[in-house]
Protein backbone atom coordinates (compact mmCIF):
# COMPACT_ATOMS: atom_id res chain seq x y z
CA UNK A 1 0.00 0.00 0.00
CA UNK A 2 0.71 3.67 -0.05
CA UNK A 3 2.04 4.24 -3.37
CA UNK A 4 2.22 7.64 -4.79
CA UNK A 5 2.91 8.19 -8.69
CA UNK A 6 4.27 11.26 -10.61
CA UNK A 7 4.36 12.09 -14.07
CA UNK A 8 6.09 12.71 -16.29
CA UNK A 9 9.13 11.38 -14.68
CA UNK A 10 11.28 13.52 -16.59
CA UNK A 11 10.63 16.54 -18.88
CA UNK A 12 12.73 18.32 -21.46
CA UNK A 13 11.28 22.31 -21.99
CA UNK A 14 11.95 25.17 -23.64
CA UNK A 15 12.52 28.54 -21.92
CA UNK A 16 8.96 30.51 -21.09
CA UNK A 17 6.94 27.63 -21.53
CA UNK A 18 4.54 26.01 -19.16
CA UNK A 19 4.82 22.53 -17.66
CA UNK A 20 2.69 20.33 -15.57
CA UNK A 21 3.38 17.72 -12.99
CA UNK A 22 1.05 15.08 -11.95
CA UNK A 23 0.96 13.78 -8.59
CA UNK A 24 -1.10 10.28 -7.65
CA UNK A 25 -2.07 8.30 -4.56
CA UNK A 26 -2.56 5.11 -6.21
CA UNK A 27 -4.27 3.06 -3.02
CA UNK A 28 -5.50 5.72 -0.42
CA UNK A 29 -7.04 9.30 -0.35
CA UNK A 30 -4.75 11.84 -0.26
CA UNK A 31 -5.95 14.92 2.25
CA UNK A 32 -3.01 16.49 2.09
CA UNK A 33 -0.47 16.53 -0.41
CA UNK A 34 2.94 18.02 -0.53
CA UNK A 35 5.41 19.36 -3.22
CA UNK A 36 8.96 19.61 -2.88
CA UNK A 37 12.39 20.95 -4.76
CA UNK A 38 15.21 19.18 -4.36
CA UNK A 39 18.56 20.61 -5.85
CA UNK A 40 22.13 18.45 -6.84
CA UNK A 41 23.04 16.89 -3.24
CA UNK A 42 20.44 18.94 -1.10
CA UNK A 43 18.26 18.11 1.04
CA UNK A 44 14.62 18.44 0.20
CA UNK A 45 12.82 22.03 -0.21
CA UNK A 46 9.11 22.63 0.86
CA UNK A 47 7.78 24.73 -1.57
CA UNK A 48 4.27 24.56 -0.53
CA UNK A 49 1.54 21.91 1.56
CA UNK A 50 -2.14 21.34 -0.56
CA UNK A 51 -5.58 19.93 1.42
CA UNK A 52 -7.91 18.63 -1.31
CA UNK A 53 -10.31 21.21 -2.30
CA UNK A 54 -8.20 24.41 -0.61
CA UNK A 55 -5.64 26.84 -2.01
CA UNK A 56 -2.58 25.58 -1.38
CA UNK A 57 -0.11 27.04 1.44
CA UNK A 58 2.92 28.50 -0.19
CA UNK A 59 6.41 28.36 1.95
CA UNK A 60 8.05 31.47 2.15
CA UNK A 61 9.88 32.65 -0.49
CA UNK A 62 8.37 30.05 -3.39
CA UNK A 63 6.29 32.65 -6.03
CA UNK A 64 2.74 31.14 -5.94
CA UNK A 65 2.45 32.70 -9.21
CA UNK A 66 5.42 30.78 -10.52
CA UNK A 67 4.32 27.25 -9.16
CA UNK A 68 0.81 26.87 -9.29
CA UNK A 69 -0.30 23.79 -7.41
CA UNK A 70 -4.06 22.18 -8.03
CA UNK A 71 -5.67 19.48 -5.46
CA UNK A 72 -8.70 19.23 -7.24
CA UNK A 73 -9.39 15.41 -6.29
CA UNK A 74 -8.46 13.01 -2.96
CA UNK A 75 -6.17 11.11 -5.38
CA UNK A 76 -4.40 13.96 -7.78
CA UNK A 77 -2.31 17.19 -7.15
CA UNK A 78 -0.64 19.05 -9.98
CA UNK A 79 2.11 21.35 -10.12
CA UNK A 80 2.07 23.49 -12.92
CA UNK A 81 5.53 25.40 -13.48
CA UNK A 82 4.29 28.76 -15.21
CA UNK A 83 7.02 30.43 -18.00
CA UNK A 84 9.49 28.32 -17.23
CA UNK A 85 13.07 29.50 -17.16
CA UNK A 86 16.34 27.42 -16.84
CA UNK A 87 16.79 28.30 -13.12
CA UNK A 88 13.60 26.31 -12.70
CA UNK A 89 15.81 23.27 -13.64
CA UNK A 90 15.56 20.85 -10.95
CA UNK A 91 14.18 17.70 -9.23
CA UNK A 92 10.52 17.88 -7.89
CA UNK A 93 9.11 15.68 -5.76
CA UNK A 94 5.31 15.11 -4.36
CA UNK A 95 4.40 13.20 -1.21
CA UNK A 96 0.94 12.94 0.15
CA UNK A 97 -0.81 11.53 3.65
CA UNK A 98 -4.09 10.45 4.00
CA UNK A 99 -6.64 7.57 4.34
CA UNK A 100 -6.70 4.33 4.21
CA UNK A 101 -9.42 2.33 3.68
CA UNK A 102 -10.64 0.80 6.80
CA UNK A 103 -8.31 2.90 9.15
CA UNK A 104 -7.51 6.88 10.30
CA UNK A 105 -5.38 9.50 9.26
CA UNK A 106 -1.80 8.31 8.79
CA UNK A 107 1.10 10.51 10.07
CA UNK A 108 3.34 9.63 7.78
CA UNK A 109 4.20 11.31 4.25
CA UNK A 110 4.67 8.72 1.00
CA UNK A 111 6.48 9.92 -1.87
CA UNK A 112 6.54 9.80 -5.29
CA UNK A 113 9.58 8.88 -7.38
CA UNK A 114 9.68 12.50 -8.51
CA UNK A 115 10.35 14.28 -11.74
CA UNK A 116 13.40 15.64 -13.48
CA UNK A 117 12.62 19.28 -15.06
CA UNK A 118 15.21 20.25 -17.34
CA UNK A 119 14.40 23.62 -18.43
CA UNK A 120 16.81 24.57 -21.95
CA UNK B 1 10.04 24.91 15.87
CA UNK B 2 11.54 22.14 15.19
CA UNK B 3 15.32 21.22 13.62
CA UNK B 4 17.02 18.18 12.72
CA UNK B 5 20.61 17.32 12.68
CA UNK B 6 22.74 14.91 10.58
CA UNK B 7 25.77 14.38 11.77
CA UNK B 8 28.52 13.50 8.65
CA UNK B 9 27.25 14.00 5.72
CA UNK B 10 28.82 11.42 3.88
CA UNK B 11 29.40 8.00 5.80
CA UNK B 12 31.66 5.16 4.29
CA UNK B 13 31.44 1.60 5.74
CA UNK B 14 33.02 -2.10 4.37
CA UNK B 15 30.23 -4.60 3.36
CA UNK B 16 29.53 -6.53 6.14
CA UNK B 17 30.19 -3.47 8.76
CA UNK B 18 27.73 -1.80 11.38
CA UNK B 19 26.16 0.81 9.20
CA UNK B 20 25.76 3.84 12.33
CA UNK B 21 23.81 7.19 10.71
CA UNK B 22 23.07 9.82 13.38
CA UNK B 23 20.39 12.15 13.92
CA UNK B 24 19.75 14.61 16.48
CA UNK B 25 16.67 17.00 16.41
CA UNK B 26 15.21 19.92 18.21
CA UNK B 27 11.51 20.00 19.09
CA UNK B 28 9.73 21.74 21.89
CA UNK B 29 6.85 19.47 21.57
CA UNK B 30 6.94 15.34 21.16
CA UNK B 31 8.17 14.63 18.22
CA UNK B 32 6.90 12.51 15.25
CA UNK B 33 10.22 10.84 13.78
CA UNK B 34 11.28 9.09 10.50
CA UNK B 35 14.08 8.28 8.58
CA UNK B 36 13.88 7.70 4.36
CA UNK B 37 15.96 6.16 2.14
CA UNK B 38 16.67 7.85 -1.38
CA UNK B 39 18.30 5.84 -4.70
CA UNK B 40 19.58 8.18 -7.28
CA UNK B 41 17.06 9.98 -9.16
CA UNK B 42 14.29 8.43 -7.29
CA UNK B 43 12.00 9.86 -4.79
CA UNK B 44 12.12 8.91 -0.78
CA UNK B 45 11.02 5.50 0.60
CA UNK B 46 10.13 5.22 3.89
CA UNK B 47 12.53 3.49 6.38
CA UNK B 48 10.79 3.54 9.82
CA UNK B 49 9.03 5.88 12.13
CA UNK B 50 8.56 6.49 15.57
CA UNK B 51 5.85 8.05 16.94
CA UNK B 52 4.64 6.58 19.91
CA UNK B 53 5.30 3.73 21.93
CA UNK B 54 8.63 1.46 22.19
CA UNK B 55 11.33 3.47 21.35
CA UNK B 56 13.47 1.03 19.77
CA UNK B 57 11.72 0.81 16.04
CA UNK B 58 12.41 -1.88 13.22
CA UNK B 59 11.90 -0.65 10.26
CA UNK B 60 13.03 -2.41 6.07
CA UNK B 61 15.63 -4.38 5.08
CA UNK B 62 16.86 -4.71 8.35
CA UNK B 63 17.42 -1.14 9.64
CA UNK B 64 16.49 0.37 13.01
CA UNK B 65 16.51 3.36 15.14
CA UNK B 66 16.35 4.23 18.54
CA UNK B 67 14.63 7.58 20.04
CA UNK B 68 16.12 8.28 23.20
CA UNK B 69 14.14 11.63 24.48
CA UNK B 70 17.57 12.71 26.95
CA UNK B 71 19.81 12.55 24.13
CA UNK B 72 17.02 13.85 21.53
CA UNK B 73 19.00 11.50 19.31
CA UNK B 74 17.37 9.09 16.85
CA UNK B 75 20.28 7.19 15.17
CA UNK B 76 19.86 4.66 12.38
CA UNK B 77 21.76 1.15 12.89
CA UNK B 78 21.87 -1.82 10.57
CA UNK B 79 24.10 -4.63 11.88
CA UNK B 80 25.99 -5.14 8.59
CA UNK B 81 26.21 -3.26 6.15
CA UNK B 82 25.23 -4.32 2.37
CA UNK B 83 26.25 -3.17 -1.56
CA UNK B 84 22.46 -2.29 -2.12
CA UNK B 85 21.95 -0.17 1.13
CA UNK B 86 24.32 2.67 -0.75
CA UNK B 87 22.13 5.02 -1.10
CA UNK B 88 21.38 9.15 0.43
CA UNK B 89 19.33 8.77 4.10
CA UNK B 90 17.48 11.62 5.41
CA UNK B 91 16.16 11.80 9.08
CA UNK B 92 13.02 13.90 9.31
CA UNK B 93 11.13 15.10 12.23
CA UNK B 94 7.33 16.33 12.93
CA UNK B 95 4.46 16.18 15.33
CA UNK B 96 0.93 15.76 15.90
CA UNK B 97 -1.33 18.29 15.72
CA UNK B 98 -2.14 21.43 13.43
CA UNK B 99 0.88 20.98 11.10
CA UNK B 100 -0.55 18.95 8.80
CA UNK B 101 2.51 16.93 9.46
CA UNK B 102 5.15 18.94 7.72
CA UNK B 103 8.29 17.29 7.76
CA UNK B 104 11.44 19.05 8.68
CA UNK B 105 14.64 17.08 7.06
CA UNK B 106 17.85 16.88 7.65
CA UNK B 107 20.64 17.55 4.91
CA UNK B 108 21.02 14.13 4.52
CA UNK B 109 23.84 11.43 4.59
CA UNK B 110 25.55 9.54 1.80
CA UNK B 111 26.33 5.90 3.01
CA UNK B 112 28.86 4.23 0.49
CA UNK B 113 29.45 0.83 1.15
CA UNK B 114 33.02 -0.56 -0.09
CA UNK B 115 33.54 -4.31 -1.27
Known amino acids: GAVVSQHPSRVICKSGTSVKIECRSL??????MFWYRQFPKKSLMLMATSNEGSKATYEQGVEKDKFLINHASLTLSTLTVTSAHPEDSSFYIC????????????????FGPGTRLTVL | AQSVTQLGSHVSVSEGALVLLRCNYS??????LFWYVQYPNQGLQLLLKYTTGATLVKGINGFEAEFKKSETSFHLTKPSAHMSDAAEYFCAVTFSGGSNYKLTFGKGTLLTVNP
Open chain 1, 95 to 110: SARGHFRGSGTTDTQY
Open chain 1, 27 to 32: DFQATT
Open chain 2, 27 to 32: SSVPPY
